[in-house]
């Protein structure tokens, strides 16, 4: 396997950071996703639900990169549950996008944004069915899910056929759901780290900023590599092109006893 890449459990890789496009809009998407690819990214995640798929489309389009070089991740709308509703609405993001197929596609979350912790097993099971339905006829290379906890990702492995390749959660330091984690690395699924950075609030905490000095790097380079020290695949956002540029420039090593540091510390954001 390339050093740069995870390997999911039906052996198709995904480059190892990110480019994330949540809370950038449609008419900064083409820029952001441009300057991401100029500068080496060539995994892409976006959501039907972030209504950017058609400037990321186009950037990807536009761009000199050949559609089997770049990954693209996109999801299905939490809100939407239900066989054909999920075929639908992989239909949209996939003209949205104007590809033929998704490297990567997840059901968004278990329950709507405006109704967490509803229960929607039942549809959860047969969005799932039509995902399996999508990969098993190649329009998507892997399939998983996001925001999903231990309870709900059991429920698809007690009534569907595919494991999840996937699992995309929030993931930064002071946020590592140990249990999820260990559940997730037992059954092979990839744990993706959204808001690495915990969307910014950890970059001026003083612990990390010492400990960035000490590495020589910065607040962010630090806490991306932490993602990755923890077998995490970080998707940091940004449209600055500087930052775009440092976020993948993690080559470095966090030593044991400083991970033990961070593994200890609170979550900034409770
Ligand atoms: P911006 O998009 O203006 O660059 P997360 O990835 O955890 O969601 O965090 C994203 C937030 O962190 C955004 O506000 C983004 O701002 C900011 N950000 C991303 N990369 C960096 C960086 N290298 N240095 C400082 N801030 C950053």
Redesign the pocket.
Same mark, same amino acid.
């Given at each position: 396997m390339n050093n740069a890449n995870f390997k999911f459990h039906n052996d198709v890789e995904i480059p190892k950071i990110g480019f994330?496009t949540?809370q950038i809009p449609n008419d900064e998407a083409f820029d952001s996703v441009t300057m991401a690819l100029k500068n080496g990214y060539t995994h892409i995640d976006t959501a039907l639900a972030y209504q950017n798929e058609e400037n990321v489309g186009k950037a990807i389009k536009a761009f000199d990169i050949s559609r089997e070089d770049v990954f693209i991740t996109s999801k299905l709308p939490a809100q939407i549950k239900g066989f054909e509703e999920t075929l639908k609405a992989f239909d949209e993001t996939i003209t949205n996008l104007d590809v033929d197929y998704l490297d990567l596609y997840l059901i968004h979350a278990p329950w709507p944004w405006d109704d967490m912790g509803k229960d929607c097993t039942e549809g959860n099971i047969q969005s799932w069915k039509a995902m399996e339905q999508l990969y098993n006829e190649g329009k998507i290379k892997a399939i998983g899910v996001s925001n999903f906890e231990i309870k709900d990702i059991q429920a698809l492995l007690d009534n569907c056929d595919i494991v999840p390749m996937a699992n995309q959660i929030p993931f930064?330091v002071g946020r590592d759901q140990e249990d999820l984690l260990a559940f997730c690395k037992e059954h092979n699924i990839v744990v993706e780290a959204?808001?690495?950075? =915990?969307?910014?609030e950890l970059?001026n905490n003083d612990d990390i900023k010492t400990l960035a000095d000490k590495y020589e790097v910065?607040p =962010?380079q630090l806490l991306i590599r932490y993602c990755l020290e923890r077998d995490t695949l970080p998707?940091?956002?940004?449209?600055?092109e500087e930052?775009i540029i440092?976020?993948k420039e993690v080559d470095f090593e966090i030593s044991e006893e400083d991970m033990k540091q961070l593994m200890q510390m609170e979550d900034v954001r409770k």
């Amino acid at each position: 396997m390339n050093n740069a890449n995870f390997k999911f459990h039906n052996d198709v890789e995904i480059p190892k950071i990110g480019f994330g496009t949540w809370q950038i809009p449609n008419d900064e998407a083409f820029d952001s996703v441009t300057m991401a690819l100029k500068n080496g990214y060539t995994h892409i995640d976006t959501a039907l639900a972030y209504q950017n798929e058609e400037n990321v489309g186009k950037a990807i389009k536009a761009f000199d990169i050949s559609r089997e070089d770049v990954f693209i991740t996109s999801k299905l709308p939490a809100q939407i549950k239900g066989f054909e509703e999920t075929l639908k609405a992989f239909d949209e993001t996939i003209t949205n996008l104007d590809v033929d197929y998704l490297d990567l596609y997840l059901i968004h979350a278990p329950w709507p944004w405006d109704d967490m912790g509803k229960d929607c097993t039942e549809g959860n099971i047969q969005s799932w069915k039509a995902m399996e339905q999508l990969y098993n006829e190649g329009k998507i290379k892997a399939i998983g899910v996001s925001n999903f906890e231990i309870k709900d990702i059991q429920a698809l492995l007690d009534n569907c056929d595919i494991v999840p390749m996937a699992n995309q959660i929030p993931f930064y330091v002071g946020r590592d759901q140990e249990d999820l984690l260990a559940f997730c690395k037992e059954h092979n699924i990839v744990v993706e780290a959204y808001s690495p950075l =915990a969307t910014g609030e950890l970059l001026n905490n003083d612990d990390i900023k010492t400990l960035a000095d000490k590495y020589e790097v910065t607040p =962010a380079q630090l806490l991306i590599r932490y993602c990755l020290e923890r077998d995490t695949l970080p998707l940091p956002k940004s449209t600055h092109e500087e930052r775009i540029i440092q976020n993948k420039e993690v080559d470095f090593e966090i030593s044991e006893e400083d991970m033990k540091q961070l593994m200890q510390m609170e979550d900034v954001r409770k």
